[in-house]
């Protein structure tokens, strides 16, 4: 079993900053890559940033320059850093990670998500 925990959502204001924190956990050989989707009412889930083991990262065109994803040394938790929030930021956020399991399958894990609310 692996688990995904995420912090740190909440209201802020427009202009304000939040910074969302993702641990995985149990049974993990290694992890591919881990990243955060979010999901606004009404609409689709859409990628927010992705880092990957190497060190790459990638981020939705909406948040370039405002959104910083990051990793502790060990790699098993990640963050997101959410800079000048507007309140189109408002969704649900996931954590999402490709894990090899202890059954050396790669498979995408998700959180539980978080809600990120920004009043104009």
Known sequence: QVQLV?????LVQAGG?????CAAS???VSINAMGWYRQAPGKQRELVAVIRSGG???YADSVKG????SRDNAGNTVYLQMNSLKPEDTAVY?????IINRSWS????WGQGTQ???SS
């Open 6 to 10: 995420e912090s740190g959502g909440g």
């Open 106 to 109: 790669l498979s995408a894990y």
């Open 17 to 21: 900053s939040l910074r969302l924190s």
């Open 94 to 98: 996931y954590c999402y990670a490709a």
């Open 66 to 69: 405002r959104f910083t994803i």
């Open 56 to 58: 790459s990262t990638n």
């Open 26 to 28: 149990g049974s993990i």
């Open 116 to 118: 990120v609310t920004v």
